[in-house]
């Protein structure tokens, strides 16, 4: 069972994977449909934020309590009853609604997945097997979205919901079957915000937060842009949600790809430069998608952001578990959960406020914002210095 974790963590977190990329692309077309706007999106992505900002500490402390498993299976399944929902949604109230209850019982399958990986793996090859963990969940964005585009020119918005409602429960139903449990040892029955659990937290707390702090910038580069750009998409370039498919599924192929070639590169060449240069090179992305004016262009502009990701998640992931106790695991990394939760709350809400007041034309400036946050990122990452803590002896081999 060891010996094949890693590839039912991947196959997991790839199913509910496919079922959020499903949805990626209907999205903003099924909000135009009740006439909603930029700003609107960017309200939805920010309370699905909030919400799992709220929800991602509990579920980490749940993962040390009671198993990443129950988690794993408590998310699916909430995640395909909203799903379902969504499909007899009626107005613009209601999809805001449902996303704030999707990202509260969604933000744990994650911090599950790689805290069971993270387990079971050793310090050599840590940053590999969480990279292909990752990559489960990028072949799921290959997938979803253009299974999403067909079902919505085939049939209506209500069939990609209902498709991925049925994925959250097979996944729910697979997670039962195959995904094994483990839950902190001793953990203590104390409140979750009691001082002890504080004490868990990774030392020095400077390493911590500046951990916290990169783990930000990388997502609030792109969630400035995320609710304008699939407006900017549909009614600048005049691309079509299987344009749109493709781009996404380029960039998750890429990521994929990546994440298994290069996720590994962290444990021969250290964590810190790996991050470094998957944070520059991400910086890179946002300047070339200035110029990316064609899907061809917005293709190849993803290829770069997938070799970024690919380099950088990883690396960033085998950082933070190698510096917690494994008993700590799930909270800790339900708690940096949050940190990109944070990210999300605030920057769809500037960027889809900036493009309802100027329009399509802000786009060039979030591109240019989101380059600088992420070469911020890529500076604070120099001074840093990483520490690790004693590893778990079962290990995957």
Known sequence: ???????????????????????????????????????????????????????????????????????????????????????????????????????????????????LVSFYSSEETRSRHIGYVSAGSSIGIIIGPVIGGVLLELYSFTAPFMFSGALGLLGAVFAILYVPNKKGDGIEEKSLLSISTFDKLPKPSYAFTLFLFVNLTSALSWMLIEPGFSFYIYNVLLLTPIDFAIFVSTYGLSLALFQILLGGLSDSYGRKPIIFIGLVLNGLFYILMIYSTNLIALVLSSIVAGVALGMMSPALNAWITESIEPENRGFVLGLTNSSIAFAQIIGPLIGSYYYDLYGSTVMISLFIVGSLISLIGALVVIPTKLKTQPLSTELIT
Do not use: C
Request: neutral net charge; without cysteine.
């Open 1 to 115: 069972m060891r010996q094949q974790l890693t590839l039912i963590l991947s196959i997991q977190v790839m199913i509910i994977m496919t079922g959020f990329g499903i949805v990626f692309p209907i999205m903003p077309k099924y909000l135009e449909h009740f006439n909603g706007t930029v700003f609107d999106l960017g309200v939805m992505s920010a309370m699905w934020a909030v919400s799992a900002f709220i929800t991602s500490p509990i579920m980490g402390y749940l993962i040390d309590k009671i198993g990443a498993k129950y988690v794993i299976i408590l998310n699916l399944v909430g995640f395909a009853l909203v799903n379902f929902l969504f499909a007899f949604a009626q107005n613009v109230t209601h999809l805001i609604i449902l996303r704030t209850i999707e990202g509260g019982i969604s933000s744990g399958v994650m911090p599950a997945a790689i805290t």
